[in-house]
């Protein structure tokens, strides 16, 4: 049994569900998709790296955040939520997005789902609106009932992920809540100052994150910014997880201060908009929007979407690095995933199919990278049949490559399954590769 305290959690090993899965859908259905509003161009973090950070909270390009964004006087989305829409009060979307779910389809999620490739589906519960997407037991204490679904949507996303074999996982914004506190966030320090740290809104969030984990079971806890007294406030809740859902993992985001100082427990790390592991020894995620935005903006479409040869090249590099790739969709008010976004999603379950061995259940190879004489980069992993699986990152100009290093044993290619000749690093392939972004090598051991 786990104790709500460091040194009983820190002891939790990862389970193996989780480091062999390689992909999530990360669900982002919000309020923000009403007005669909927000700047198209970098990410947050770059622009607070290039132009400070508040631009990087005026200019956000994240269409979820639209309430706080149009709170920041002379900002893109004050200007258009005034002049383009009439300035209409922020409960005029809410009302609209909740009569709009109630027509929601959750087959047309299920048969994008059973396309993608994916193993487990993270939910948006709550973002820092503070609306509910199903009808809890405590309603919000400012708007009450009609800041909540009837509809029980996080229930029912539940189900289709799980007929699909998926684990199913749940987002909540523990750390901001609007309705509470904290519009016209502006800098990272008003976003840390916007956490309540009251004991009204701790009993709050903590009685919601019970409700969430008893009616439907979650295998990942995913908070979002914080939580009123940080780690002390979330450690018996992640304990009570713990005890009763051996499978069940916490992300870093209920104290990233602390897991970061190393004070505070965490399962995995989640970077977000990079690549780039925030701690070397621990499991990380990366998440992201196939655009710029989590949530649905209307301005985005395939000329601002990630293209797909970069979308499957990124994952096999975060695989290869141990990672996890949480890739998100924006849904439209609705419900409907809009279909470039759609097509990525099936494109990366599509490579899936013919590469899934070198990324299921895959392990980092000691030796992760090498390149061909062209200077493709290649991306090693150990398969769970005990294989070495190497990943070309681009087409050769010819059936012939050289990769210095790679390992020994004979080779194969995986999506043919066709045996290819060898002499030491010189291999002949049966036929030019096609222009798949990234194609396979199984190397026999």
Known sequence: MFEPTFESLRTRQLPTWFEDAKIGLFAHWTVGSVPSFAPMGRDPFTLAREEGEEVAFSHTPYAEWYWNSISIPGSPAAEYHEKVLGNPDYQTFV?????TARDWDPNHWRDVFARSGAQYCVFVTKHH?????WPSDTPNPVHGNVWQSERDLVGECAQITRELG????VYYSGGIDWTFQGLGIKSWATLFAAIPQDDAYLEYADSHWRELIERYQPDVLWNDIGY??????????????YNQNPDGIVNDRFDMLGVIQGRSHTDFTTPEYTTRPMDAHKKFEVCRGIGTSFGYMQFEDDTSYMPIPELITMFANIVADGGNLLLNFGAMPGGYIPWA???RIFALGSWLA??????????PFEQSALSTDEGHVVRLTKGRDGAVYAMVCGRPSSSRIVIDGLPEGEVHLVKQNVR?????????LPIRPDDTPVWTLRIGR
């Open 228 to 241: 009123p007294k940080f780690s002390d406030g979330a450690m018996p809740l992640i304990a009570d997880f």
């Open 166 to 169: 998926m684990r199913f996982g």
């Open 420 to 428: 290819v000749s060898r002499r030491g690093n010189v291999l002949d």
């Open 129 to 133: 609106d503070g609306v509910l997407m």
């Open 354 to 363: 013919d590469n899934g061995a070198a990324i299921y259940g895959s392990r």
């Open 341 to 343: 976004q759609q097509l």
């Open 95 to 99: 009302d609209k997005f909740l009569t």
